[in-house]
Nanobody, 117 residues
């Protein structure tokens, strides 16, 4: 069982930045796809960014160039640096861990990000 705990959400003005953190109990990121998803009111949950095997990253089109996913192996923590935030980025952001070649899939509880003036 993998534990995921998100933090770092909040209220920020358009153009501002936030860094989300996902503290995990993952022992080896090389065998996981770690992802950040978001779900806005009335919309489906969508993948924002992912990192596979600890180093291969992928981003949803609207966040490319603005968001960066990274891992601190020493802290067992996954980050999502979000810059140039837009009102459309408002959502609950979830951390996800998918073990490679397995059905093992885990979710955090989510953290709210609100972009508004």
């Amino acid at each position: 069982q993998v534990q995921l705990v998100e933090s770092g959400g909040g209220l920020v003005q358009p153009g501002g930045s936030l860094r989300l953190s996902c503290a995990t109990s993952v022992r080896s990121f090389t065998i996981y796809v770690m992802g950040w998803y978001r779900q806005a009111p009335g919309k489906q949950r969508e993948l924002v960014a992912s990192i596979t095997g600890g180093d291969s990253t992928n981003y949803e089109g609207s966040v490319k160039g603005r968001f960066t996913i990274s891992i601190d192996n020493a802290k067992n923590t996954v980050y999502l640096q979000m810059n140039s935030l837009e009102p459309e980025d408002t959502a609950v952001y979830y951390c996800n861990a998918q073990r490679l070649y397995s059905r093992d899939n885990y979710w955090g509880q989510g953290t709210q990000v609100t972009v508004s003036s």
